[in-house]
Structure formats: C-alpha cells, structure tokens
T-cell receptor
C-alpha cells in the first residue's frame, strides 16, 4: 500500500504569511494527489485536485504543485478564515484505493 | 450542489453491526460519472477511506476493513448504505458519505458527517 507522509503536523503562522505544507508518497503517484481543508465540526472541502488544479470557487491564494512522490500545498497570504486542518489524499485507480495524509493543523500566531 | 445526508444510529454496542444510509439530493445517484463513498474520521486522528460503490453495484473496500464492510446502493431511492459488522470501540468515529470523481479520484461533495459511538 502507498503511504503518505504529510508535514508538518501543526503550523503556526501570522496573517499575511506564506504557508507551505508538504506531502510525500512512498512511491510514484504521478499527479494523483488532492488537497482538502477541514474546519472543526465540518466535512472536508476539496481545494486542489490532480496536484495543481484549483477547484471551482476556491480562492487563488491556494495552490498546489508537485508530481511523483513530492507535493506541496501553498497559501500565498494567510487569511483568518484559512484556520483549519489540511489533508493531502492520494488515489490508485486499479484497484481503487485512497489514502489521506495525517493532516496539518494550521493556527494563527 | 449535490447535498448528501447521512442517517443512522449514533450509538452501537460492541460486536453489533453499524448501519448507516446516505441520501443523495439534487441529482441522480446513477449519473455514471461518479462513485459513492464512505469515509470516517477517528477522533483526534486522520481520515480513513472505507469503500466505494458504483451505480452498477460494483464495490471496492479498504483492505483493512474489507472483511467487515458491505456497501450497497438503492438507485430507486437515491441512497447508498454502509454496514460494518463486529464493531469495537476502535470503530468510534465520524462517518461521512461522499461523492467521488472517476477521473481524478477526488471527493467533491460530502455529507455533514454523523458521529457513531461504539459503547455498551
């Protein structure tokens, strides 16, 4: 099974800061990597799919990059409403398998 | 928008069967371009994919749960369901139903989630 290592597990940043989260796959997953935001008591929300594609309606300060085994999620300028936990998620198609990273809890400094 | 809503008991006794249903609104569950999933979130831990079902009735399960899980679909009611047998306290979690995309493997619509506690 493919393992996903997400780091850091928690992050404290100031408003306006550039924030970066990384996700490493245990083997090549091409660009089969998605990113979600989850706020307390809410369901996860899809932000980025296929490593770098912004979901419709998601602010452009969110971005993703990477391929193979190394992936990066970036918030270009941290806003108060961005306080949440962020997860990466990889998928295999044959057979279908989905694995989430352990999450990064983002807080305001 | 494709609202999804989970329903089912919030408390299940150890060794019994957990049963949840997800009702899909705003579109047919038989669209063909999507699949339907169950995902859970253990308290203080990460997200765990449980399994998928397709409108054809085909299913795929997380290997770690496969022996205890059955997902079924009722296209006439626009619903799909989860059954998990022989539950233990380790199955206490918030359970989400979600819609998945065939091509990109993402989950774009989620239910609000329902907390299921396994306790006597």
């Amino acid at each position: 099974d493919i393992q996903m290592t997400q780091s850091p597990s928690s992050l404290s940043a100031s408003l306006g800061d550039r924030v970066t989260i990384t996700c490493q796959a245990s083997q090549d997953i091409y660009t089969n990597l998605n990113w979600y935001q989850q706020k307390p008591g809410k369901a996860p929300k899809l932000l980025i799919y296929d490593a770098s594609n912004l979901e419709t309606g998601v602010p452009s300060r969110f971005s993703g990059s990477g391929s193979g085994t190394e992936f990066t999620f970036t918030i270009s300028s941290l806003q108060p409403e961005d306080i949440a936990t962020y997860y990466c998620q990889q998928y295999d198609s044959l057979p279908p398998r989905y694995t989430f990273g352990q999450g990064t809890k983002l807080e305001i400094k | 928008q494709v609202p999804l809503q989970e329903s089912g008991p919030g408390l299940v006794k150890p060794s019994q069967t957990l049963s949840l249903t997800c009702t899909v609104s705003g579109g047919s569950i038989s669209s063909g371009a999507y699949f339907w999933s169950w995902i859970r979130h253990h308290p203080g831990k990460g997200l765990e994919w449980i399994g998928n079902i397709y409108d054809s009735g085909s299913t795929y399960y997380n290997p770690s749960l496969k022996s205890r899980v059955t997902i079924s679909i009722d296209t006439s009611k626009n619903q799909f369901s989860l059954k998990m047998t022989s539950v233990t306290a380790a199955d206490t979690a918030v359970y989400y139903c979600a819609r998945g995309d065939f091509g990109e493997g993402y989950f774009d619509y989620w239910g609000q989630g329902t907390l299921v506690t396994v306790s006597s």
